[in-house]
């Protein structure tokens, strides 16, 4: 009798069944790590294992070798580090050295060469792999490409120190010299700047190079102006003209043949080396300004798609800056001008006023000369009607001659020992009849004597022009002028209860031709109150005012009585 454990019907089937589970589990685990495998290609662009006990250490990575173009053999006693940017070699050495000491994962970021000799930034990342009693048997890792993020992260910062840097200053020749030494710093071996002017003339405004060596080539390139043409292929003249960009990947010889103004230019082209070249119009409001050339040449930099929309970017951020600064010199250039105009106006409207005053003062003696005529009463009222329409014509050509002098810098004050109290009411005294007529209750109060060191005039001319307004917007209301000393202040206060002000209008009153209500009614040049807010600040003092609508105003005028 055989035993059934020698049976060999009854052993074979359990060894079968195992040998068949072995396969399957084998060939699960194939699937699994082809999956990893895949998963990994699909998430990273390199993959590398490196065996800690191997005296080359040299990582294991088909991947990095059709990335890099490295061989294996290159890559050993961290020969990899070649395939990385110099600048980025150190870091990242130390980095992995760090790691390896500590038996510690590692995340590293650095720009890897190309097989093409481009540099691309990778994210590095690595960790140990341990057994049972942890000790390190392997490094795995990925390099995964993070290049576009880098690239809008190094863009994005760029443009915000361009903004920076263009909104630091509103003259246009300051911001193309920034925008020329910004790019050259980061973008470019080169950068040109062409502008075309509103008067339409072209200049080349800006020629920076990254070699401070070849100043002397720079200063050539400066004096090749583009010269528009009705077709032209240059560059800077297509975008100066048609206001397109132009992209040129590669530039050969025989391109540059085709695009120069002239043998001088294919010269001064060829000495200069362009490998590659970017062209964007400057535009503003539809308008073309100009043109921003970035010329690669010993970089090995590229120019592609996307720099071409970068740069456009930058471009429109400078075109703007450009176009404001273009803005505010046109509207400076206007208000020199328009002071020009109104100091020149002044004196020649002042000129015929002087005749006008004198035949007035002698028709006025003429009348007071025969008292018994019976037009005498008559005449007598037309003088005093002409003699108060050429003070005020006086008055207004005195103000615009003051806004002159304030513009130009001219304007001064001729200080003396005043009595303020003394000028208050003498100017008050000359107001009175215009109160009476308007029938305004016109009250006066001040203490018998306020000394200080002022311009006697001036400070006239502030309390007329408060008067001035009183009269104008408070006609037929109560109106008050107070005069006090608070220390080492003297108080000015003039009150009306009239039309009032807007809250919203007030700080407006105070600038140059500001006004709360309409010409057309009230008149006026709405120069009273920032004459007198520049006459007070010049002399030390402050003027405030506060009204409300439907309410009167009070403007307070505070005088320094000591000097340091």
């Known amino acids: 009798m055989t035993s059934p454990l020698l049976d060999p019907s009854r052993v074979s089937m359990p060894q079968v069944g195992a040998e068949v589970a072995s396969r399957d589990e084998v060939t699960l685990l194939r699937q699994e790590n082809e999956r990893l495998r895949r998963l990994l290609e699909t998430a990273a662009q390199v993959t590398w294992t490196s065996n800690p006990a191997s005296d080359a250490q040299a990582p294991i990575s088909p991947s990095w070798t059709a990335f890099t173009g490295q061989t294996p053999e290159q ?47 990778m994210l590095a990342r690595g960790a140990p792999v341990r057994d049972a009693d942890g000790t390190v048997l392997e490094w795995v890792g990925t390099c995964i490409d993070i ?21 630091s200053t509103l003259d246009a020749s300051a911001t193309l010299a920034s925008l020329a030494n910004l790019s050259v710093a980061e973008l470019a071996d080169w950068c040109i700047v062409d502008v075309l002017h509103p008067d339409g003339h072209f200049e080349r405004a800006q020629v920076v190079a990254a070699d401070a060596s070849q100043a002397p080539l720079v200063a050539t390139v400066q004096r090749l102006t583009p010269v528009p043409r009705e077709r032209p292929r240059y560059p800077p003249a297509v975008a100066l003209a048609t206001g397109s960009p132009t992209l040129l990947t590669e530039v050969t010889d025989a ?103 004198l035949k007035l003062q002698a028709l006025s003696r003429a009348v007071k000369a025969h008292p018994d005529s019976p037009l005498a009463p008559i005449i007598e009222a037309h003088v005093d009607t002409g003699n108060r329409q050429v003070r005020r014509l006086t008055d207004l050509m005195n103000d615009l001659l003051d806004v002159s002098r304030i513009s130009a810098g001219t304007f001064r004050l001729q200080r003396e020992q005043v009595d303020v109290a003394e000028v208050v009411r003498e100017v008050a005294a000359g107001f009175a009849p215009r109160f009476a007529v308007e029938h305004c209750d016109f009250q006066v109060e001040a203490p018998a004597s306020v000394r200080g060191c002022f311009d006697r005039v001036r400070l006239a001319q502030v309390l007329d022009h408060l008067l001035d307004n009183a009269l104008k917007y408070g006609a037929g209301t109560p109106v008050s002028v107070r005069l006090v000393v608070d220390g080492p202040m003297a108080r000015l206060t003039v009150r009306d209860e009239g039309i009032g002000i807007a809250p919203d209008q007030r700080s407006r009153l105070f600038e140059r031709y500001g006004r709360a209500v309409s010409e057309r009614h009230y008149g006026g040049l709405g120069l009273g109150l920032y004459l007198t807010r520049t006459i007070v600040e010049a002399e030390g003092g402050r003027v405030a005012l506060d009204s409300r609508l439907g309410e009167g105003a009070t403007v307070v005028v505070e005088l320094p009585l000591t000097r340091p």
């Not at 990385?84 to 070699?89: A, G, I, S």
């Open 147 to 167: 290049h576009a993020q880098v690239l809008g992260e190094e863009r994005a910062a760029f443009l915000d120190r361009a903004s920076e840097l263009f909104s």
């Open 255 to 357: 391109l540059m043949e085709s695009v120069a103004q002239d043998a001088d230019h294919l010269v001064t082209m060829r000495q200069v080396g362009i490998r590659s070249l970017l062209t964007v119009p400057l535009l503003a409001r539809g308008h073309i300004l100009g043109a921003l050339t970035f010329l690669s040449t010993t970089s090995g930099r590229r120019y592609g798609d996307e720099d071409l929309r970068f740069a456009q970017e930058l471009g429109n951020l400078a075109a703007l800056a450009v176009d404001n600064a273009r803005l505010l010199q046109g509207a400076r250039e206007a208000i020199r001008l328009r002071d020009e105009f109104l100091s020149v106006a002044s004196h020649e409207l002042k000129t015929p006023l002087t005749p006008l005053s």
């Open 75 to 121: 890559m050993r006693h961290p020969g990899w580090l070649l395939a990385l940017h110099p600048d980025d070699r150190e870091r990242t050495l130390a980095v992995w050295e760090q790691a390896r000491a500590q038996s510690a994962p590692f995340v590293v970021r650095y720009r890897l060469r190309r097989a093409d000799g481009a540099y691309v930034w």
